[in-house]
């Protein structure tokens, strides 16, 4: 193999094993930067050492003994330099052969065979609710995705920089308030798993809203985020919204060829080639929100989406869509997750299934939300139901007055182009 | 991107010989540690070619051909198909795949990788817009 070649090989193999690899420093020393740090230098070993030795015939197992020698000889120290503060009269020699082998042995016992449970807690802990959402998003590509600060910054179209001093700063905020490295117990369970998922739906939304021309690591960030739910969901097979997220992103992600036209721009859900939309990816979300209800998780609200997109999944055509199943779980979604956006969804499904009349009952009662005022989706939806009612000058009005609200210039090409459609005779 | 790990046919799986519980082990750890890493896609092993069939296409006209083929090793006789970031990591985990016939006896795996469907769709107007950007990107330079 090429000097070249062996590094490539040394990168992918780094990718695979770095999380598993941090983690299992993590567990150690306590601390994740100071993990990540051991992590590091485990690399540099590999580094210089796999390209003269040659590849190891099991890599991940070489670097997990690296790091954990790494971190076990820190600790060493650590217990050493405390001691010679405490009592420093005391035999070294003794100290060394008794007091400190004992204590590191122990630990690195303990620590035997539970790398998954290790990633776990690396999880749990790089989605901390200490730490901003943006920290948390940084921090799991960084620790858990195994991205670099340079393919972060270029995936959120941020300075590099900006994004060193997150990580640096999430480190250190974990670091200062003693965050056990550990999984939640029962009580705190669903409050932090909602953080864990909040994060990689972000992470994947952000790659969702990538447009033509972006840097190719946007994209890339559905791919992570849903690796990276892939790997949550193996870790807690039990949990049924893991599996609703991981549902909910698969099938998304089903529909990425079908997003955009030729020209890049956006095509309605409704109006999508399904001959495009991914199979296998369909097949895989239905198989893994099977698994969701199976578990009683039918009612979660990342179920719930999950069996929302499902329904479009299952119709091979716009026009066999089952609407009234959409309504009954946008009406189950309110319950669990209300918020404006889910009701003027709710609001298209009931005007598909019982009519433009009945979604405009429900538009005008959102007209007052303020947290609509500046969203173009309600003068958008309300439009297209007063164009089905057939009320064309104020359809009109309504897509001229969404146009003139978003920022997106390829919506509001979409949007004039309806208002313009709209004011053509029948 | 996504590759396809394929296991070249034997004569022994064209005889629809069971692997032996250790390969089966082996397989199946691996294949876990695969979903682990949140790569995994499908897996499927394929029965002997004796249960299929070819449809040949010639001057027009098709051809029903039942199966077993002769040309066993242009055969395959399972596949494992993985999303990975890069064309490195596929080759990664190929070097991880257990010897597919169990250590010792010979046998072939081969990868490929699978066309996305922006590949064969040459998509004008994305290549369009990323000139506009970059010209534009240059002129504030």
Not at chain 1, 1 to 14: C, F, G, K, L
Not at chain 1, 129 to 150: E, K, M, N, Y
Not at chain 1, 291 to 309: H, M, T, V, W
Not at chain 2, 53 to 79: M, Q, S
């Amino acid at each position: 193999m090429s000097r070249e070649a062996t590094h490539r090989a040394i990168e992918a193999v780094w990718r695979i094993e770095s999380a598993k690899v941090i983690a299992h420093a993590a567990r150690l020393v306590r601390d994740v930067g100071l993990a990540e740090e051991l992590a590091q230098d485990t690399l540099v070993t590999a580094l210089e050492r796999w390209p003269v030795d040659g590849l190891p015939d099991n890599p991940g197992a070489w670097l997990m003994a690296a790091v954990k020698n790494r971190a076990l000889d820190r600790l060493r120290q650590d217990a050493l330099h405390a001691r010679k503060h405490e009592e420093l009269g005391a035999d070294m020699d003794a100290l060394q052969s008794h007091v400190v082998p004992d204590f590191v042995d122990a630990l690195a016992e303990a620590s035997e065979d539970d790398i998954g449970d290790d990633l776990l807690r690396l999880v749990f802990t790089a989605c901390h609710p200490l730490l901003s959402t943006d920290a948390r998003v940084a921090l799991t590509l960084r620790l858990i995705g195994g991205l670099t600060t340079d393919e972060i910054a270029r995936a959120f179209l941020t300075p590099e920089k900006t994004i060193a001093q997150r990580i640096v700063r999430a480190k250190r905020t974990l670091s200062e308030a003693r965050v056990p490295f550990e999984v939640p117990r029962a009580a705190e369970l669903p409050a932090r798993l909602a953080s864990v998922l909040e994060v990689l739906y972000l992470v994947f939304n952000e790659g969702y809203s990538a447009t033509a021309g972006d840097d190719w690591m946007r994209p890339a960030l559905c791919a992570e985020a849903l690796r990276m739910g892939r790997v949550v969901a193996g870790l807690m097979p039990h949990e049924s919204e893991v599996l609703g997220l991981v549902a909910l992103m698969e099938i998304q992600a089903s529909r990425t060829q079908a997003r955009t036209d030729a020209e890049g721009r956006p095509v309605l859900l409704m109006d999508q080639d399904r001959s495009r939309w991914d199979p296998l990816l369909i097949r895989r979300g239905l198989d893994a929100l099977a698994r969701a209800e199976a578990l009683g998780g039918a009612r979660g609200p990342y179920a719930l989406q999950a069996a929302l997109a499902a329904c479009h999944a299952r119709a091979r055509r716009a026009e066999e869509t089952d609407w009234e199943q959409i309504v009954a779980l946008y009406d189950a979604l309110a319950v669990v997750a209300p918020s404006p956006v889910v009701e003027i969804n709710r609001a298209v499904a009931v005007g598909m299934a019982f009519g433009p009349e009945a979604g405009l009952d429900i538009v005008d009662a959102l007209a007052a939300e303020p947290a609509l005022a500046s969203y173009h989706w309600l003068p958008s939806v309300r439009g297209d139901l007063l164009a089905k009612l057939g009320r064309v000058d104020e359809a009109r009005a309504e897509f001229e007055r969404a146009a003139g609200m978003t920022r997106n210039a390829r919506e509001r090409e979409l949007l004039t182009a309806r208002a313009r459609a709209v004011a053509a005779p029948p | 991107m996504r590759f396809m790990m394929i296991v070249r046919a034997t004569p022994d799986t064209e005889a629809g010989a069971m692997p032996e519980a250790s390969l089966i082990a082996a397989m199946t750890s691996y294949h876990e540690e695969l979903a682990k890493a949140g790569v995994l896609l499908d897996a499927a092993g394929l029965q002997p070619s004796a249960k299929g069939w070819r449809i040949h296409h010639g001057n027009g006209r098709r051809r029903i051909v039942d199966g077993p083929f002769a040309e066993t090793k242009e055969l395959i006789a399972g596949y494992t198909l993985i999303q990975v970031r890069d064309r490195e990591e596929a080759m990664e985990w190929a070097r991880r795949f257990p010897a597919p016939m169990g250590e010792g006896t010979d046998a072939v795996l081969e990868v490929r990788q699978l066309y996305e469907s922006c590949d064969f769709e040459p998509n004008h107007g994305v290549e369009r817009l990323r000139e506009t950007q970059a010209s534009s990107t240059s002129a504030q330079a």
